[in-house]
């Protein structure tokens, strides 16, 4: 049972255009983080939201928390085929969760020029 | 820093064989983990270690076995190769802070179980 779901798994999309990607679960999570992959690489963190929300901007690129800490969404403005990758949801939960986050399934993301 | 390093980046075994895959960090980090990522999976957690001499079980634990003798280092092993336990195997480190836990990966080993 994946306790992360994301949607949608596959994105193919042209240079300029805006989409959303959405991260759900029935959990409540003390926070969300966002990652993005390339090929052959190791995933690297956008951004961590951890207040029922929040909103985070990273230059093109909008983050949100739900209010009530179960859900995510990532938003892309005029995106640009240099924003082609994996996109991954994680989410952790409770101080004593350690290393243990739950991650999402994935949105692959294609760009087109 | 060179961060998080993982040796092999690649590996092809036969059924059965044992091996071992290198993980080391050098940014102090308390905690460790390997996870292993298939397609249409995410990323599942395998082990993982809250400091030197302490580890634990993750998501997918079975055939795999780990220790933490130092903060630098957490190696994964394999003790009986099976062709279920090809994917990419992926170690991160983290320093924990509230609760935020992010995760510095290195960059991946790909094995292939024959």
């Known amino acids: 049972t994946q306790l992360l779901e994301q949607s949608p798994q596959f994105l193919s999309i042209q240079e300029g255009e805006n989409l959303t990607v959405y991260c759900n679960s029935s959990?409540?999570?003390?926070?969300l983080q966002w990652y993005r992959q390339e090929p052959g690489e190791g995933p690297v963190l956008l951004v961590t939201v951890v207040t029922g929300g929040e909103v985070k901007k990273l230059k093109r690129l909008t983050f949100q928390f739900g209010d009530a800490r179960k859900d995510s969404s990532l938003h892309i403005t005029a995106a640009q085929p240099g924003d082609t990758g994996l996109y991954l949801c994680a989410g952790a939960r409770g101080e004593t969760s350690g290393s243990r986050l739950t991650f999402g399934e994935g949105t692959q993301l294609t760009v087109n020029p | 820093n060179a961060g998080v390093t993982q040796t092999p980046k690649f590996q092809v075994l036969k059924t059965g064989q044992s091996m071992t895959l290198q993980c080391a960090q050098d940014?102090?980090?308390?905690?460790m983990s390997w996870y292993r990522q298939d397609p249409g999976m995410g990323l599942r957690l395998i082990h993982y270690s809250v400091g030197a001499g302490i580890t634990d079980q993750g998501e997918v634990p079975n055939g795999y076995n780990v220790s933490r003798s130092t903060t630098e280092d957490f190696p994964l092993r394999l003790l009986s190769a099976a062709p279920s336990q090809t994917s990419v195997y992926f170690c991160?480190?983290?320093?924990?802070?509230?609760?935020?836990?992010?995760?510095?990966f290195g960059p991946g080993t790909r094995l292939t179980v024959l």
């Open positions: 991160a480190s983290s320093y924990y802070r509230n609760s935020y836990n992010e995760q510095f």
């Open positions: 959990s409540v999570f003390s926070s």
């Open positions: 940014m102090n980090h308390e905690y």
